[in-house]
Nanobody, 132 residues
Framework: QLQLVESGGGLVQPGGSLRLSCATS????????IGWFRQAPGGKEREGVS????????YFTNSVKGRFTVSRDNSKNTAYLQMDSLKPEDSAVYFC?????????????????????????WGQGTQVTVSS
């Protein structure tokens, strides 16, 4: 089974940038869709932030459109979430997940009821804190 490890989180000031990485082991990202999710503190539900369709266009939830982008480096089996113009409300634990299904990935964006079993593998998460 594909294993995912996120990294790149940290503390950043409002307006700053971070790039999260989602590195895979046990396989490649070929033909896989990559979902990015976040869960804010205080018991908030996990939210689907973006979906990176293999060979296709990405999808983003409205609150991050124009500020977040996704990419992948197939030679490194790593996916990235570039986050610019960060706001305090972007603070959360960020997760990456993979699925073979483009429909499942697209459908996860903006939703807070995506079950773990909907995706084939999840990372452990990385904390992002946006604060001055």
């Amino acid at each position: 089974q594909l294993q995912l490890v996120e990294s790149g989180g940290g503390l950043v000031q409002p307006g700053g940038s971070l790039r999260l990485s989602c590195a895979t082991s046990g396989g490649t990202l070929d033909d896989l869709q990559i979902g990015w999710f976040r869960q804010a503190p205080g018991g908030k539900e996990r939210e689907g932030v973006s979906c990176d369709i293999y060979g296709g266009d990405p999808y983003f939830t409205n609150s991050v459109k124009g500020r977040f982008t996704v990419s992948r480096d197939n030679s490194k089996n790593t996916a990235y979430l570039q986050m610019d113009s960060l706001k305090p409300e972007d603070s959360a634990v960020y997760f990456c997940a993979v699925t073979w299904s483009p429909n499942i990935c697209r459908g996860s964006v903006g939703r807070t009821d995506v079950e773990n079993k909907s995706f084939d593998s999840w990372g452990q998460g990385t904390q992002v804190t946006v604060s001055s």
